[in-house]
């Protein structure tokens, strides 16, 4: 997730610019650039490492009236200098937020052709691409970009410049968001509203597979075969503090609803239903070394212990590795037994957490491959640990981990069949309906939201509970851990999560009207064994909200509240009932006054032990 800009008009774009990229900072702060044309119609790049602060201190003065720019999210390649946007070729300079899945085979390609990369990314394809058949066709930069997006696979919301062209941009998108800010003998791209309100509230949204040519007096917009369509203008009711947030009241309801995304990027480029396999270019590990694998060791912290303990259930399950999961903080003061054949996955969406590091140091000096799983590109851990695994969630600013949650799910779903393939555990058929079905989750994800009206009902109705339980089966434990969590730690209730045959054993005894128990319950190889626990409860009079499939006619008799979920296979259940205990905590917490993105106490990324 990165973000983009473009200006053309009278103002100095200079400062046009770095103000609607401050703006998109929430989009990514690793590196940032621009690609300005100067007063004599030179192209000049400015780019840097770090915050957008640190590319202004490098600008100079520069009477320029046009130019692009980019606050970058790094998906491949590390966050430096030379990875920053815009990139070059000729004369044209491209920034993109978006993922080209096929840039490898294309990078083989313009090489051959002689075209030179300095970048490990996949977006100096574009620029090459670009200026390939704008070389082949000079004169018209459009027809250039259109070509070059016939041969593209991925995502991109993307900008372009020219010398050759001073007086016009060009955009395009595909799956990222793009729009334009209209103004008086000015025209404005960026990626989201909040980087052109300083300047203007009148503004279009593209869509899918659409390209425009801005100039300083006029837009307009074609589809992918130069097409021209009509597109309406909108008027941003918004002040900037909302549109930071895209008109969400918390950033954590914001990166609730951009899960559909983020499972999208997670799930980019990875799939191969045809073949029945999962590929992840960055893994560093064979066939044979996947073969040889004795035991899986994963280590996390908070949120991403409970993404570890899913996975246990999946690698066990689907890949008959014996696997346990720790908790950084005890692992690393434990006697762990490790050996080179066992493979530690440590999980942290920050890549900061001090003591998963802690335990990465350890199970390296054990001899073992280690393999991290984070949401942030050249963070500590990706630098310590052998194998990295980016989860592209984007960045997440709520203190509550939401969106990384979920994205990390996937990436661990997408492992255990990679190693379940590797080790004929699964054979292609089951694995490419697998896949279809993940396909369809983001799409499942958005019939939850739609329903939230519910969710919020039922979290108002239990609001002034001073206890509530979560409990959950098999792979829907860990989601009733993840559940009490999310719950106790923005709406401050005391919340426990349990394995539902545990309550017998001791929980039981709390249980009482004033108690309200969640019961993750979709249909699969342990519902009735559910069904008991949540009798058990009942006869206690605690009030059960039942989380459940749409299509479960039987479960109403024996709940207070049923929360659907749309019916996907069992194994996968875990990425849908997630999204409704974020809800049901999000409104909780909303019903109850509480600082919701920061609540007391925590913070984002604990670095210390
Ligand atoms: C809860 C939450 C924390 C983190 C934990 C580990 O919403 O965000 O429990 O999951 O502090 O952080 P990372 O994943 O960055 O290692």
């Known amino acids: ?120 990314t996949d977006t100096e394809v574009l620029a090459h691409l670009i200026n390939k058949y704008y070389l082949k066709n000079p004169g018209d930069l459009a027809i250039a970009i259109r070509s070059a997006l016939g041969e593209v696979r991925g995502s991109y919301a993307l900008s372009v410049l020219s010398e050759e062209h001073p007086h016009e941009l060009i955009a395009a998108r595909k799956d990222s968001p793009l729009i334009l800010g209209l103004g008086e003998h000015e025209n404005f791209i960026a990626s989201d509203i909040p980087a052109i309100l300083k300047y203007t509230n009148r503004v279009i949204y593209m869509e899918n597979l659409e390209m425009v040519r801005v ?150 000096s054990y001899g073992c491959t280690t393999l991290a799983i984070t949401n942030v590109v050249g963070s500590t851990i990706s630098r310590e640990a052998s194998n990295i695994i980016y989860t592209r969630a984007g960045p997440e600013i709520g203190v509550a981990a939401t969106k990384s949650f979920i994205s990390q799910l996937v990436v661990l779903y997408l492992l255990v069949i990679h190693f379940a393939r590797a080790r004929s555990m699964m054979d292609a058929d089951r694995v490419g309906k697998l896949l279809s079905e993940l396909r369809k989750i983001p799409g499942h994800v958005s019939r939850i939201l739609e329903d939230k009206e519910n969710i919020q009902k039922c979290a108002s109705r239990f609001a002034e509970s001073k206890d509530y339980f979560f409990i959950g089966r098999n792979i829907n434990y860990p989601i009733a851990l993840e559940g009490a969590l999310k719950l106790k730690e923005i709406s401050y209730i005391h919340a426990e999560g349990y394995a539902a045959g545990e309550l017998k054993h001791g929980p039981l005894a709390l249980i009482s009207e004033d108690v309200p128990v969640v019961a993750i319950a979709p249909q699969g190889h342990t519902y009735d064994k559910i069904l008991s626990n949540i009798k058990e409860v009942k006869s206690r009079d605690a009030s059960v909200i039942a989380i459940a499939d749409s299509d479960d006619g039987e479960i109403a008799k024996y709940v207070d509240v049923v929360l659907t979920v749309p019916k996907t296979d069992f194994i996968l259940t875990p990425l849908l009932t997630t999204v409704v205990v974020q809800l049901l905590a999000y409104y909780t917490a909303l019903e109850r006054n509480c600082s919701i993105d920061k609540p007391r106490n925590l913070a984002k990324s604990v670095t210390v032990e």
């Open 1 to 120: 997730m990165c973000g983009i800009v473009g200006y053309i008009g009278e103002r100095d774009a200079v400062s046009v610019l770095i103000e609607s990229l401050k703006k998109l900072e929430y989009r990514g702060y690793d590196s940032a650039g621009l690609a300005l044309l100067d007063g004599k119609g030179k192209s000049c790049v400015f780019k840097t490492e770090g915050e957008i602060s640190r590319l202004e201190s490098i600008l100079p003065e520069l009477p320029a009236r046009i130019g692009i720019g980019h606050t970058r999210w790094a998906t491949h390649g590390k966050p430096n200098t030379i990875n920053a946007h815009p990139h070059v070729s000729g004369s044209i300079s491209v920034v993109h937020n978006g993922i080209i899945e096929n840039y490898l085979e294309l990078k083989e390609s313009l090489e051959s052709e002689g075209f030179v990369f300095v970048s490990d």
């Open 215 to 364: 100039k300083r007096d006029s837009v307009q917009v074609f589809d992918l075969d130069g097409n021209p369509r009509f597109k309406e203008e909108h008027i941003i009711p918004w002040n900037l503090e909302a549109a930071e947030k895209a008109g969400y009241p918390h950033f954590m309801l914001k990166e609730i609803h951009e899960q559909t995304n983020s499972i999208h990027e997670t799930l980019a480029g990875r799939l191969q239903e045809l073949e029945g396999d999962v590929i992840f270019d960055e893994l560093d590990l064979d066939k044979e070394q996947i073969q040889n694998i004795h035991r899986i060791e994963i280590i996390a912290c908070g949120t991403s212990f409970n993404a570890g303990l899913l996975g246990k259930y999946l690698f066990e399950g689907l890949t008959g590795i014996h696997t346990d999961v720790d908790n950084g903080s005890e692992f690393r003061y434990s006697n762990p037994v490790l050996t080179p054949s066992t493979l530690v996955i440590a999980i942290t969406q920050s890549g900061e957490t001090a003591d998963t590091l802690a335990a990465v140091r350890e199970a390296t």
